[in-house]
Nanobody, 125 residues
Framework: VQLVESGGGLVQAGGSLRLSCAGS????????MGWFRQVPGKEREFVAA????????YYADSVKGRFTISRDDAKSTVALQMNSLKPEDTAVYYC???????????????????WGQGTQVIVSS
């Protein structure tokens, strides 16, 4: 299984970025997908997750109302639209795929088995 993120970069506060993650190696549509982020020296933090049929969305309180997660199973991709970005959103963002198919979506990183290499997002003030 391989997950490859793209779309990171440098943006001013208040701006927007769209991250994308392309998956391969197993039936993408059967697994919940999530986005997490990490700042050096800090623990990995849950950002957003989407269920395997796309009907359930789950967000961290810190991004609710600003970020939107979506998936396109025909293309085996999951996206994270980030609006109204703040300097505290600066981090390396990772997409991840849950370990088991057809489960209830969760923000617990331990439930995710496969991770991408990460993409850097920098929000300047």
């Amino acid at each position: 299984v391989q997950l490859v993120e793209s779309g990171g970069g440098l943006v001013q506060a208040g701006g927007s970025l769209r991250l994308s993650c392309a998956g391969s190696g197993r039936a993408f549509s059967s697994y919940n997908m999530g986005w997490f982020r990490q700042v050096p020296g800090k623990e990995r933090e849950f950002v957003a997750a989407i269920s395997w049929r796309g009907g359930n969305l789950y967000y961290a309180d810190s991004v609710k109302g600003r970020f939107t997660i979506s998936r396109d199973d025909a293309k085996s991709t999951v996206a994270l639209q980030m609006n109204s970005l703040k300097p505290e959103d600066t981090a390396v963002y990772y997409c991840a795929s849950e370990k088991y198919p057809g489960t209830t979506v969760t923000g617990d990183g331990g439930a995710y088995e496969y991770w991408g290499q990460g993409t850097q997002v920098i929000v300047s003030s």
